[in-house]
């Protein structure tokens, strides 16, 4: 056995010891891990009685290895509260859905429409615009209604795929059919400057004062019920024709402040 | 060369040098057994028997104190620089004790050079103790090392005169 040792030559020698530590150096780190593992298991039982003030600055392969794996750890752990603060505003985002529609759905007589909650991407600076981000995928369509604070606040006037743009009943080419009070007299309140709106064409018999409600008039296909649009601000005999009224309204909810609005998903218009 | 003395004699190190020799650090500075114990056996032992030992030890640095996880880089450092300083002792003599300390030193350097090279290859990151490792442990092991060398070489029986220098044109 030494004479055969012997026989090998020092270069010989050398290109295999070299060889191998070529091979463990580009070996997988996963068998070399082991080899690691292997001796801090065979080192462990020597060193675990020892003080613990002896290892002070000292990291031991194991410990390495365990910080290594802490790393790790703490990596998937910081992913998984980035995953549960998602699904906490998920769910944050769900229960606003839930709370509004629900408030919807507090009204009996629209148990059967259906609605579908939008946030509000952006309110024009004059306020009778507003940009959902529903669209055609949606199923959002021109003509549908759309409620904020449970009144209608417009009619949907765009669509795209993701987004559609809503005509506040504030817009000055704004029309949508109304009824007064609890009169079931049918007008068209149309949009003005200033955050307001008129009810032209109303009889000065009809007592109309200030706070009387108006409403959306129910329109079959699209709005199944009468609902609240806005109140009566100022009523006041037409200077220019005595016998009508000069019915100034406003909405009775405040555009500004919308941050989510509901669409009424009734058939679009043909 | 008595091996299995030479195998407890480098586990023995690498248990002490992950334990017991941090409490001899200097400001995070330890001294490094192994290079010790690659100088002594390079300079003392046939330099057939240096080869295999300097790649053994090279072996028992990356177990106990890899760098960046990796196994591999130190093996060939310790090899290669063991063997080369088998070689040169064959032809200049390191035998007085001032003479290993700057040869711990110079060798020392010189494998953690390689070390950090090779591990270049394949870690995407270098220990960044790499200045003490370069300079501060080598010279806090070539001030110990001289005189570890005599229970070494009494564990070992080998003489501390060492291995006789090769004649020149002898084979």
Known sequence: MTQRWTRVSRRMLFTWCLLGGLIVMFAPSSLTGKLQLAYTYV???LVAGRSPSLAGGIVSPLQAIRNTGTEKAA?????LMNHISNLE??????????DQLGRVRAVPQWDHMTFLRADVTLISQTQDVLFINRGQKDGVAVGQYVMGDLSVIGIVSNVWTRTAKVKLLTDLTSKIPVTIGESDLPRVMEGRPGNVAKVPLVSASYAVTKGTKVYAKKMPGLLDVPIVAAEVKESRIDPENPSLLDITVRPVCEITALTSVVVIMSAPQP | MRWFRFAVLVF???????????????RGVRPDLLLILLVFFAISIDPRDAIVASFAIGFAADLSNPIGDLMGPQIISFGVFGTLLSDVHSIISIQRISHQAITILIVGALTALLSYLLTLFR????????AQQLLWQPLYSAILGPFLSFPVAWWMRISRKGRKRRRPGRR
């Not at chain 1, 990596?75 to 992913?79: A, D, L």
């Not at chain 2, 870690?123 to 790499?130: G, L, W």
């Open chain 1, 89 to 98: 505003s998920q769910l944050k985002e769900a229960r606003q859905e839930i």
């Open chain 1, 43 to 45: 080192r462990w039982p």
């Open chain 2, 123 to 130: 870690a995407e990151q270098v220990t960044a103790h790499f």
């Open chain 2, 12 to 26: 023995a190190a690498t248990i002490l040098q992950t334990s017991l020799v941090g409490m001899i650090s200097f």
């Open chain 1, 75 to 79: 990596t998937e752990h910081q992913r």
